[in-house]
């Protein structure tokens, strides 16, 4: 299994200003994943990290909006930029390798936009 | 595309209860299903999974579910709740053939327990 560490746990943000999360995974995985879960919602996928190349962005997801790095195999980052009140949610992160293996997730950043 | 629905968004039993949540998907390829339970402020932990093979699936912590093909369904039970089960509870179908960690999930069920 792997282990997946998020920074900061949780962020209370000016509106206007920019947050950036990180994602530390304990071995090297094949796939990353960004998550957004906003207040009583369910997940909803923002973007796949692709190690080496720009990420991949799922519908009314944009790469001004949320810029994602994955310099290596093991670490990614996603910042929620220009941020508003709407932004407000919890980012997690998730992670995988191989075939036929569960995704494992991060215990998530609770980000608060005043 | 994919798409769960998860009937109920709030579900309250008494300790010692059946645990009954709903799981209807739609999927144009043989999906992968999951169950994930998500504590308070805490990130979301796999309860069971179906891929292949045997369409009753057992999970951690006594949960478990069956894949039932001609209804679309993968509901989750558990045959006696405990105080501890008070979480969220997440079904999930994978977005790609043989990739099973990009995710849709549903809208999530709360599950409560009364003593």
């Known amino acids: 299994s792997a282990v997946i560490s998020q920074k900061p746990s949780r962020d209370i943000c000016q509106r206007g200003t920019s947050l950036t999360i990180q994602c530390q995974v304990d071995?090297?995985?094949?796939?990353m994943f960004w998550y957004r879960q906003q207040p009583g919602q369910s997940l909803t996928l923002i973007a796949t990290?692709?190690?080496?190349?720009?990420?991949?962005?799922e519908s009314g997801f944009v790469i001004d909006k949320f810029p994602i790095s994955r310099p290596n195999l093991t670490f990614s980052t996603l910042t929620v930029s220009n941020m508003s009140p709407e932004d407000s949610s919890i980012y997690l992160c998730s992670a995988g390798q191989g075939t036929n293996t569960e995704a494992f997730f991060g215990q998530g950043t609770r980000l608060t936009v005043v | 595309a994919q798409s769960v629905t998860q009937l109920g968004s709030h579900v309250s039993v008494s300790e010692g209860a059946l645990v009954l949540l709903r799981c209807n998907y739609s999927s144009s390829v043989p999906p992968y299903l999951f169950w994930y339970v998500q504590y308070p402020n805490q990130g979301l932990q796999l309860l069971l999974k179906?891929?292949?093979?045997?369409?009753l699936v057992k999970g951690i912590n006594g949960f478990e579910a069956e894949f039932k093909k001609s209804e679309t369904s993968f509901h989750l039970t558990k045959p006696s709740a405990h105080m501890s089960d008070a979480a969220e509870y997440f079904c999930?179908?994978?977005?790609?053939?043989?990739?099973?960690?990009?995710?849709?999930f549903g809208k999530g069920t709360l599950l409560t327990v009364n003593p």
């Open positions: 071995s090297q995985v094949t796939m």
């Open positions: 999930a179908v994978s977005d790609l053939r043989g990739s099973n960690y990009k995710l849709t």
């Open positions: 179906y891929t292949t093979g045997a369409t």
């Open positions: 990290a692709n190690q080496g190349s720009e990420a991949t962005y």
